[in-house]
């Protein structure tokens, strides 16, 4: 039974539009979640992350919002940008326990100009 | 930039043949992770260890084996590949545990796998 869920396998997104990845997760001991985002044959780059104890983190282009009622987590990215194009992961952790991550199956976004 | 190598980054191998995956890391961390993805899927844990002379199977079955002798390193090994192994493998590591570090998980570039 999947943990971490990415519902949307794909995304299309027009360049200078918000992008909006969705991630649902079903282990309420998860304390800690993140978002890497990945190209073909090369390893996750960390993008951002966020702790249970906030509903909100920011970097740059990129918000992370968490609805810890709900159990859903959401990545922002705006303005999108043709070099965003990539797979996005969400992944969760409970970090007390210090378990590893697990991780959602992706969202495929793609950012045309 | 992260400091945690995977070789080779590409490898195509016959069926039968005894292979080994190299993983260090110069962060010091004590936690590493092997995980395998196929295209459109999640990354499956299949090996973790929290320190020298520990390790544990992960959540996907796996045929594989690893070792932990010095923190760096993490070495991942199949014994008789097959067609089934082809994937892509990637090793991680962190310093999660206690609450001591909200920090990411470093990974590799990974190495692609093709048993023929």
């Known amino acids: 039974d999947q943990q971490v869920k990415q519902n949307s396998p794909s995304l299309s997104v027009q360049e200078g539009r918000i992008s909006i990845l969705n991630c649902d997760y079903t282990?309420?001991?998860?304390?800690?979640f993140l978002w890497y985002k990945k190209y073909p044959a090369e390893g996750p780059t960390f993008l951002i992350s966020i702790s249970s104890i906030k509903d909100k983190n920011e970097d740059g282009r990129f918000t992370v919002f968490l609805n810890k009622s709900a159990k859903h987590l959401s990545l922002h990215i705006v303005p999108s940008q043709p070099g965003d194009s990539a797979v996005y992961f969400c992944a969760a952790s409970d970090i007390q326990a210090g378990t590893a991550l697990i991780f959602g199956k992706g969202t495929t976004l793609s950012v045309s100009s | 930039e992260a400091d945690i190598y995977q070789t080779p980054r590409y490898l195509v191998i016959g069926t039968g043949k005894k292979i080994t995956l190299e993983c260090s890391q110069t962060m010091g961390h004590d936690k590493m992770y092997w995980y395998q993805q196929d295209p459109g899927m999640e990354l499956h844990l299949i090996h973790y260890s929290y320190g020298v002379n520990s390790t544990e199977k992960g959540d996907l079955s796996s045929e594989s084996t690893v070792s932990r002798i010095r923190t760096e390193h993490f070495p991942l090994t199949l014994e008789s590949a097959r067609p089934s192994h082809t994937s892509q493998y990637l090793c991680?590591?962190?310093?999660f545990g206690g609450g001591a570090a909200y920090t990411e998980a470093f990974f590799g570039q990974g190495t692609r796998l093709t048993v023929v």
């Open positions: 991680a590591s962190s310093e």
């Open positions: 282990n309420s001991m998860f304390d800690y």
